[in-house]
């Protein structure tokens, strides 16, 4: 029973996180951009929204769906990790996240990286991934990340970008800080030395579903800092 309720739980996060935007066919954009919030980010500062060498034209509409939200001074803070790979290898990227310790329980998170790289798959007939869990996440009930490399949103095509996504939930313990996640990006053979290729964030929602980052209040305040504090990262060619 207890495994059911953990398969109907991790569902629901799947779908209220956004992972069914990532399975499905894409259907044809509306010209009103505003049903649909996509905000990408290579570096994050601590401003009240995310900023870098790569962020969203639609950045604005985050600032909307969290208007009504009141600014904490502190808070919960994702980061991407710098790492380095030579040609034709597979580099490690971790997603790690700060000042959320015993305080989250649920999160859906796009990670975005250039589309010459490529995602290692665990099964490439569902699009999983491979990854390696960390401290942040011991204990929890599930995990699932998955690539995202078709019917991708316009402005990942105009940027060309792909992303792969993570959700994982907890039932019985709390989410920690530190490592959540390691995963696994192969560059080009021929990836030319001091080649920066730059990972960012990507968070996206809409009418059907969201991106989350959940504490165990559902506090939006909460949630809000946490998509406004990210910090992309880095795989340099060596």
């Known amino acids: 029973m207890k495994h059911k309720f953990t398969a109907a739980v991790m569902a629901a996060a799947m779908a209220a996180a956004g992972l069914t935007g990532c399975m499905e066919k894409k259907q044809p954009s509306s010209s009103n951009k505003s049903t649909e919030t996509a905000v990408t980010t290579s570096a994050a500062g601590n401003d009240s929204t995310p900023n870098g060498e790569f962020v969203s034209e639609s950045i604005e509409l985050i ?6 939200v009141p600014d904490l001074t502190s808070g919960p803070e994702f ?3 710098d790492t380095y790979a030579k040609p034709g290898e597979i580099a490690k990227v971790t997603v790690s996240v700060n000042g959320a310790k015993d305080k989250w329980n649920t999160c859906g998170i796009h990670v975005t990286y250039p589309e010459v790289l490529e995602c290692q798959l665990e ?3 569902n699009n999983s991934i491979k990854y390696e869990l960390g401290d942040a996440v011991a ?3 599930a995990f699932i990340a998955m690539d995202w490399r078709e019917n991708l949103d316009e402005e990942l095509v105009r940027e060309h970008q792909c992303s792969f996504f993570f ?15 390691t995963f696994f ?13 730059k990972l960012g964030f990507y968070y996206k929602s809409d009418e059907n579903a969201s ?4 504490d165990l209040e559902v506090d939006l305040a909460f949630e809000k800092y946490a998509f406004t504090h990210m910090t992309g990262g880095t795989i340099t060619v060596r």
């Open 139 to 141: 204990g929890n009930s």
């Open 123 to 125: 099964n490439a007939e």
């Open 185 to 197: 990006l192969k560059v080009p053979d021929d990836a030319k030395i001091g080649t920066v290729y």
């Open 211 to 214: 991106d989350m980052f959940r």
């Open 79 to 81: 980061k991407i990790s």
């Open 167 to 181: 959700t994982t939930v907890f039932m019985d313990t709390k989410g920690g800080d530190g490592d959540i996640a």
């Open 63 to 68: 600032k909307l769906k969290y208007a009504d």
